[in-house]
């Protein structure tokens, strides 16, 4: 049997439309989960060197929870247990159109899918980027520490000015991982309905049998997103001396 | 822009009395240090004047460097009190603590520059940060301070485009930045290959000069011979002899110290007599 692919059959039409659409409902969903994992690490790290032994233990239970368990379970559970546990005039709120509340591309962010997927995939992307940033924290030498406590720091300066600095240029690529892997893991939200690019490929099938030609575009796109994140975090992210560009490294050393 | 909430480094109650004429500087009563039940410090006193410039020596583990990162606390006594310029220091913490410490520089065996930082950044950035001071004046100093150590060419680099002696050079220019009058070195030269000994001495030297107040943990003989006022002789957490110099080279008192001293000036003959 021969077989010819139609890209024509995605790429026109109402399968170009949903694609569109799935693409930049992906794209919006991982910027917003990226945005709250970020603040909830700052706010997890922060927790877990404090002095009080209640606050490490409610981050290590949090990491323990988050890491441990499916996150299609997780966004399963936000989006049909605790999303239906708010009191109803939140989510009527939530639940009307509202004019202000649209991306560009038409894609409306505050519907229970979509704040119920950024909401699991930030609180599971920051579960993997607690560890990974108190292994970058781990990695500086003790004595970067006992210079800068010799010289009078307090602990939040120490911690701002000297270790984490060099934590986050130490473990940037694991941290980048995470962060390709929230992109990543936003197709599982099409568990709970939420229309994003896996969602809208896997309609392209039911509607013309285009399955080939759909999920062939549908992960060079996740491809293309990827390595465009990626390159922007490493571009963006902090640099080791040998990578910064320097005017005079070379005068004799 | 983070800041602590430290005044700035010139100005404080406790030291007061570092400009009067040989005050005492570090005094240490009866101090005692343990690691868990391995004491490293046994019943120490010893008394520093303002101005002088000690060497401490002595055989590795004897607890040379347990010593200076007391005063700092680095480590904390076990018992006993250290009193710096006449005022005790063991209940200091927090703000005070940090206070104390600006007025104490250090200077680590591994350097221990931040990594992250130019050689200038490293000098600048406890005045910033800790002192408030504008950034532009601190870079100003800092950069002084590397010109008076001779590397203001180097001053864009970071440490790890320097070589051992060039990054002890600067990590002695951080030390100073905030006008201590008390200085410590942990084994300075010990890193160090044999060539660059030579360029952080001279800085060393110059420092002595200067009138801060300097205790040394060295193994560099020509350093306690010809640039300390006495030489502290320290083994198994015990101070065995105090000397000028001079006595302490030729006439060592201790049975320890003549062993000690056979070892390190005639390492080919560690068990003939001292040294004729």
Redesign the interface.
Known sequence: MIWHPDWAGVLTGQPLQWIISGFLTTLYVSMAGSVLATLLVVLLIALRLSQSRLARGAVAAFVSVFRNTPLLVQLLFWYFAAYGALPQSWRFYIGDTHAWAVFPGNIAWLTPEFVCAAWGLGLFTAAFLVEEVQAGLNSV?K??T?????????R??LL???LL??AL?NAWQPITGQYLNLMKLSSLATGIGFSELTYQVSQIESYNAHAFEGFAVGTLLYLALGMILGGLMTVFGPKR??QRP?A??N?G? | MQQDSLSTAATSAVFSHSNAAKTTAVEFRQVSKSFGHHPVIRNVSLSVASGDVVAVCGPSGSGKSTLIRLINQLETVTDGEILIHNKPTRGLNGPALRELRTHIGFVFQQFNLYAHLTAQDNVSLALIKVHGWKKSDARGKALALLTRVGLQDKAQHYPEQLSGGQQQRVAIARALVTDPDIILFDEPTSALDPEMIGEVLLVMQELAKSGITMIVVTHEMSFAREIADRVIFMDGGEILEQAEPEDFFLRPQHPRAQRFLQKVLFPLHPETGAGQ
């Open positions: 030498p004595g970067q006992e210079a800068a406590i010799s010289q009078g720091f307090s939040k300066t701002l000015s000297i600095p060099q240029t001396p040998q320097q005079e490294v005068d050393i």
